[in-house]
């Protein structure tokens, strides 16, 4: 069995900084694509940012040069670092993980529980 549990989630005021954290754990024999999705109240499940193991990264349009991801492979962990935060930026993030749980077993796809993050004065 695999989990994904965030930390680091908050109040803060605008302009701030947060900086979450997710830790896999369990069965993982490799970990491919790790990432970061939020959802407001009332709106859909959106990508923030996604990083692969080697480092490739990607980013939602809203967030580029004020977020950035990073992952530590041999901890299993992802990192989204949130500066100039916007009231619109609050919602629950979500850590997601594509993970290999055994050399020739399919990969899957794990989520987080979600950690609130709330920009507000």
């Known amino acids: 069995q695999v989990q994904l549990v965030e930390s680091g989630g908050g109040l803060v005021q605008p302009g701030g900084s947060l900086r979450l954290s997710c830790a896999a754990s369990?069965?993982?024999?490799?970990?491919?694509?790790m990432g970061w999705y939020r959802q407001a109240p009332g709106k859909q499940r959106e990508l923030v940012a996604t990083i692969t193991h080697g480092g490739s990264t990607n980013y939602a349009d809203s967030v580029k040069g004020r977020f950035a991801i990073s992952r530590d492979n041999a901890k299993n962990m992802v990192y989204l670092q949130m500066n100039s935060l916007k009231p619109e930026d609050t919602a629950v993030y979500y850590c997601?993980?594509?993970?290999?749980?055994?050399?020739?077993?399919?990969?899957?796809?794990?989520w987080g529980q979600g950690t609130q993050v709330t920009v507000s004065s």
């Open positions: 997601n993980a594509d993970i290999y749980s055994d050399l020739g077993a399919p990969k899957k796809v794990y």
């Open positions: 369990g069965s993982i024999f490799s970990i491919y694509m």
